[in-house]
């Protein structure tokens, strides 16, 4: 059963719709598409990116790139249409695990630093439980980064919701400004 239920109200929506367009993608022999504000990557075999302006899903295909995936893994996703479907800061688990073995998954991994502080600030269990059983060499150690800007896509949104900020920062102070002037006495008002 996957640990966290409550977070999937809309994400049905974003994977259906990610679904539809990897078929077509399939058709066209493309690895990447977008359609109605959803936006879909091919990151390796099975193991596919679906993204929209709210949402980042990482879908793993069942029976193929799962094979890879630990039992662990896979409780913090959530079973839909042959696929193991993560959301969120859990997206970090898989593209961690694929990652140790899948050189396309590596490569879309900008900052390794900020995937394990996700993992590490998000799934302590998670990581006590990988590290019990994994070599020295490959365990999970935090690292003094950020949390959830491990993919490009999270880099890309989160200098959007910045640049956002900032303009609605720069407008409310203008307006401020705006409205000072005007309740300042006339005979202070210079002309």
């Not at 990581?127 to 800007?149: F, G, R, S």
């Not at 910045?162 to 409205?179: C, F, L, W």
């Amino acid at each position: 059963m996957a640990r966290n239920e409550s977070i999937w109200g809309s994400i049905n929506t974003c994977f259906e719709i990610g679904l539809e367009i990897c078929r077509l993608m399939e058709e066209n022999g493309e690895t990447k598409a977008e359609a109605k504000g959803t936006e879909v990557e091919k990151i390796a075999d099975g193991v596919l990116l679906i993204s929209n302006d709210k949402e980042i899903l990482i879908a793993v295909k069942q029976g193929s790139a799962d094979k890879d995936l630990s039992e662990l893994a896979a409780e913090y996703g959530q079973d839909k249409n042959g696929y193991t479907v993560f959301s969120g800061a859990a997206t970090a688990i898989p593209l961690y695990e694929l990652s140790r073995t899948n050189s396309s998954v590596r490569d879309y991994i900008v900052s390794d630093e900020s995937l394990r502080a996700t993992l590490c600030g998000n799934y302590p269990e998670y990581v006590k439980t990988h590290n019990m059983t994994a070599p020295p060499d490959e365990q999970i150690e935090d690292a003094d980064a950020p949390p959830y800007l491990f993919l490009q896509k999270q880099l890309d949104n989160e200098a959007d919701s910045t640049r956002s900020e900032v303009a609605d920062y720069q407008q409310a102070q203008s307006q401020e400004s705006e409205n000072d002037f005007e309740r300042l006495p006339y005979e202070e008002l210079e002309l």
